[in-house]
């Protein structure tokens, strides 16, 4: 089954309480970067904060459940 950004948009929003989290899930579901590429992209835009690709992995596995269960269908 498909899903529009706006729904995928709508349930990390919802769900996703840090906003860390929700950055890097927006990279992933809706622009569909790679771990690279979304590790890249967050230390270009806050570059006070450093994020490993291991910890960007790991907030990825902690929410994906979350987001996939609370999708329609």
Known sequence: MEYTNSQIMGIIG???HSERDREVLCYKFIDGLTID??????????PEYYLS??????IIR??????????PG
């Open 14 to 16: 919802e769900w996703i």
């Open 37 to 46: 590429q979304i590790c890249t992209r967050y230390q270009a835009k806050h």
């Open 53 to 58: 690709c291991d910890t960007i992995k790991r």
């Open 62 to 71: 902690k929410n994906e459940n979350l987001i996939f269960n609370h999708l």
